[in-house]
Each structure stands twice: as structure tokens, then as C-alpha cells.
């Protein structure tokens, strides 16, 4: 059991490149969600989605596109990556009926 | 809306010493969870006890307690008997129970175990 996978596990951009972060759980989990976190800051939520099919804005979703197209993986775009995009990011999903996240085990992006 | 305020950005205790790391949170809504996730260096976010707002009784989870103030909107954590492995951040969480299941977390405090 995978549980939830990230893909990669680093990264460095440079300023302007694009890419496409994939969250695949394997658990048939509901919800989904992207978290970004810096130092100080703790976890911030850039976007989620409660079903296959939808998605929506959290707290800090500009420079960001999401996708959900299957129910078990959830995509986290950078159309034009700058340096402040410089962040570890985390996917977590919870399944329905329940209030516990599970957590990938992130994504170090460095931007240059 | 809602915010999770940690405000020991840092914490040191001595082996198998007792130790409380401190929560608080602002809300308008009566029904929620509270959380406390552990983050050791590996970087994995590991669930370490969960509370039900509309549950009365703090919940427990082997070495590691909460002390939950709805009134006061304080959520504590305490862990005894600490041990070297319990050196992590340490990030108290509130989810909301409105549909989106949606985490805010606190900044988080960096707990150092001393031996």
C-alpha cells in the first residue's frame, strides 16, 4: 500500500520554466490537497479538491493551476516559475467519512 | 476566518522530562477537529493525536495528551517521558468540518531533546 506519492521529490527551475507536480494516493481518498511550506510559516494551503472533477482556490493559490481529471491523482502546475515558488510542498488526501490527512512525503522545489 | 497560533517558535527538554507545547486558535464555528502533526527531519508529516471539538475529554495517545480549552480556544500538547526520537517540529492544526475538510496549520515549534 503506497499510500500517497509524490512525484519528484526535488527539483530546481530555473526562473520562467514550468512544471507539473503529481500527487497519486491509492486509497480512493476524496479530498485532496496541495500545501506549500516555508520557513516560519508553517503549512499554507495553494488548492484542493473535493472530487474527481473539481477544484478550488485555498490561501495562497497565485502562480498555481491545479487538475483533477482521475480521482486518485491530483496536479499541481507552475505555468512561469520565480524564486518565491521556492518552497518544500506537501499533497494530502483524506477519505470520506473522516477527518484525518495523509501526507506525501513532499516536494523540495528550489527556484533559481 | 480561522488561525492556529504557535507561539514557541522553539523548545528544548531533557530525556524523560515532561514537556507542553502550546496551541491556540480562533473560530466561529462550534463544530471542528484540532490536530497535532509531528515532522521529524525526514521531512514525513506523522499524525500524533486528534481531538473533536465536541468531545469534552482530552484525548490521549500513549506518552502524548492534549489539554483542550474550548472556551478559551487553547489546545496544548503534552509529551512525557521524552525521548531522543520525539526531537521534530512539531505543528498544531485546526480542520474544519464544513464539506472541505480544510487544515490551517500553526508556525510550528522545534522541539530538542536533550539527553
Known amino acids: 500500500n503506497a499510500g500517497v506519492t509524490q512525484t519528484p521529490k526535488f527539483r530546481v527551475l530555473k526562473t520562467g520554466q514550468s512544471m507539473t507536480l503529481l500527487c497519486a494516493q491509492d486509497m480512493n481518498h476524496e479530498y485532496m490537497y496541495w500545501y506549500r511550506q516555508d520557513p516560519g510559516m508553517g503549512l499554507r494551503l495553494i488548492h484542493y479538491?473535493?472530487?474527481?472533477?473539481?477544484?478550488a482556490k485555498g490561501e495562497v493559490p497565485d502562480g498555481y493551476n491545479v487538475s483533477r481529471l482521475k480521482k486518485q491523482n491530483f496536479l499541481l502546475g507552475l505555468e512561469s516559475a520565480a524564486p518565491s515558488q521556492t518552497s518544500v510542498y506537501f499533497c494530502a488526501s483524506i477519505p470520506r467519512g473522516n477527518t484525518e490527512a495523509f501526507f506525501g512525503q513532499g516536494t523540495r522545489l528550489t527556484v533559481v | 476566518a480561522q488561525t492556529v497560533t504557535q507561539s514557541q517558535p522553539e523548545m528544548s527538554v531533557q530525556e524523560a522530562e515532561t514537556v507542553t507545547l502550546s496551541c491556540t486558535y480562533d473560530?466561529?464555528?462550534?463544530?471542528?477537529?484540532l490536530f497535532w502533526y509531528k515532522q521529524p527531519p525526514s521531512r514525513q508529516m506523522i499524525l500524533v493525536i486528534r481531538?473533536?471539538?465536541?468531545?469534552?475529554q482530552n484525548a490521549t495517545e500513549n506518552r502524548f495528551s492534549v489539554n483542550f480549552q474550548k472556551a478559551a480556544k487553547s489546545f496544548s500538547l503534552k509529551i512525557s517521558d521524552s525521548q531522543l526520537g520525539d526531537a521534530a517540529m512539531y505543528f498544531c492544526a485546526y480542520g474544519d468540518q464544513l464539506g472541505t475538510y480544510k487544515y490551517i496549520f500553526g508556525t510550528g515549534t522545534r522541539l530538542k531533546v536533550l539527553a
Open positions: 479538491s473535493v472530487g474527481e472533477g473539481t477544484t
Open positions: 481531538q473533536e471539538a465536541y468531545k469534552q
Open positions: 473560530t466561529s464555528e462550534s463544530d471542528y477537529y
